[in-house]
């Protein structure tokens, strides 16, 4: 009996938990060298206005290459670097390689619309973080409102108090602000009405059902609904299919961002679409119900 328990804790120590904790050390080590060692770049997804079907931005996605693991994504690697702090030398990182390559842009005379970057609770909670934001703005000599800056939902309403002043600083600068990733957390509408927002991005997961569910459709509905309602346009994130993006279209969604234009792509090739002024062929969609992109 005593060695069955014995063996019991053996197994909770070295199942999934201890593997996850593991994990998660074993990616703590290897963030903390990876800025030094350039391990990290972006890659750029276009958003697109659905009135003219042209690229209106686009957000900034870090990729991380490490020698020792390969790739790993930003949903596995960011809630470790945001647990032990890194994630603040990779958010100024993020910042000033999103603008540079924005300034660069509109050096070449391309117009590339507004670069949204997505940014962490911890670097809301920073002090200075308004005036770093300025100063990456200053520095690339951009103007604030061809920055968004990205909080997701959960992050908005997990620290209100910071939330409100750092967003009422950056409102002030004329900086654009979305809520990210909208429909994952539990908003108050109250709270919701106060902050100085600009867009708000419709979760994937309210997105993917569009043209098959019903249900799901009345939720998304609902969502544009209240976005307009709050004086907020509205991007929804993971479009795939040409019937999520027909429901769109038909329910005065502003702008959409997934694969069915392009997935996040090297800025070589972000400058390839922009040059080529590439489209969503959106005047004759509704009344003949195809969708091109060309
Ligand atoms: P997010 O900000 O909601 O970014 C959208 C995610 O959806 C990206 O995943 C993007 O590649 C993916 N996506 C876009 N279109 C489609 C589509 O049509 N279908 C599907 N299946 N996926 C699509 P990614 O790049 O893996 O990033 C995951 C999350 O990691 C981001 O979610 C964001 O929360 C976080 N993240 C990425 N870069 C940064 C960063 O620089 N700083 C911070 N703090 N977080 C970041
Ligand atoms: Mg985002
Ligand atoms: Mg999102
Ligand atoms: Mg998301």
């Not at 108050?188 to 991005?201: M, V």
């Amino acid at each position: 009996c005593a060695k069955a328990a014995g063996r019991n804790t053996y197994e909770f120590y070295d199942g999934p938990v201890a593997e996850r904790a593991l994990r998660r050390h074993q990616l703590h080590g290897l963030l903390r060298q990876a800025l030094e060692r350039r391990e990290f770049h972006l890659h750029y997804q276009p958003r697109v206005d659905l009135l003219s079907g042209r690229i209106s931005g686009w957000e900034a996605l870090l990729r991380w290459n490490s020698p020792e693991e390969g790739a790993i994504g930003p949903a596995e690697f960011i809630p470790v670097a945001e647990e032990s702090g890194l994630i603040l030398g990779i958010g100024d990182w993020v910042l000033h390689h999103a603008l540079a390559q924005h300034a660069h842009w509109q050096a070449l005379g391309l117009a590339p619309g507004i670069m949204a970057i997505n940014v962490s609770p911890r670097q809301l909670r920073l002090p200075d973080f308004t005036q770093r934001i300025a100063a990456a703005l200053a520095l690339n000599r951009l103007q604030p409102g061809q920055l968004e800056i990205e909080i997701t939902e959960t992050a908005l309403m997990e620290d209100v108090s910071h939330a409100t002043l750092r967003l009422n600083e950056l409102s002030r600068l004329g900086v654009k602000l979305a809520v990210d990733d909208f429909g994952t957390g539990y908003s108050s509408l109250g709270y919701l009405r106060t902050f100085p927002l600009d867009r708000l991005k419709i979760d994937r997961s309210f997105v993917t059902p569009l043209g098959s569910d019903a249900h799901d459709e009345a939720i998304a509905h609902a969502i544009i609904v209240l976005a307009h309602s709050l004086d907020l346009t509205v991007v929804a994130e993971g479009v795939e299919t040409e019937a999520q993006l027909r429901y769109l279209l038909s329910n005065q969604c502003e702008e959409i961002q997934g694969f069915l234009f392009s997935r996040p792509l090297p800025a070589g090739e972000c400058e390839r679409l922009l040059r080529e002024d590439r489209r969503l062929a959106v005047d004759d969609r509704v009344s003949t119900g195809s969708v091109a992109v060309g």
